[in-house]
Nanobody
Framework: QVQLEESGGGSVQTGDSLRLSCAAS????????MGWYRQAPGKERDLVAT???????KYADSVKGRFTISRDNANRAVYLQMNSLKLEDTAVYYC???????????????WGKGTLVTVSS
């Protein structure tokens, strides 16, 4: 069983910053890509940022220049530094990771339960 646990969400004002953290635990042989997604009320889940095992990153246009994704491979963790937060950033943020449990198993997508970020003015 693989678990992803997010932390760092909260309530802030526009222009403030937050840092989200996510750690993977359980039966893990290797962790490939990791990322952050978010879902606002009444909307579908959208990609925020991804990072490969080698450190290559991609961002949604809406967060470029404001958010930074990083990872700590030794601790199987991924982070999302969010700066200059806007009202439209309000959402539940989900951690995602592609994980191989053993050397002979296919990789699978795993998701955290989400952490709420609320931005107000």
């Amino acid at each position: 069983q693989v678990q992803l646990e997010e932390s760092g969400g909260g309530s802030v004002q526009t222009g403030d910053s937050l840092r989200l953290s996510c750690a993977a635990s359980g039966s893990i042989f290797s962790v490939n890509g990791m990322g952050w997604y978010r879902q606002a009320p009444g909307k579908e889940r959208d990609l925020v940022a991804t990072i490969t095992s080698g450190g290559s990153t991609k961002y949604a246009d809406s967060v470029k220049g404001r958010f930074t994704i990083s990872r700590d491979n030794a601790n199987r963790a991924v982070y999302l530094q969010m700066n200059s937060l806007k009202l439209e950033d309000t959402a539940v943020y989900y951690c995602n990771a592609v994980i191989k449990s053993t050397p002979t198993t296919w990789v699978k997508d795993y998701w955290g339960k989400g952490t709420l970020v609320t931005v107000s003015s």
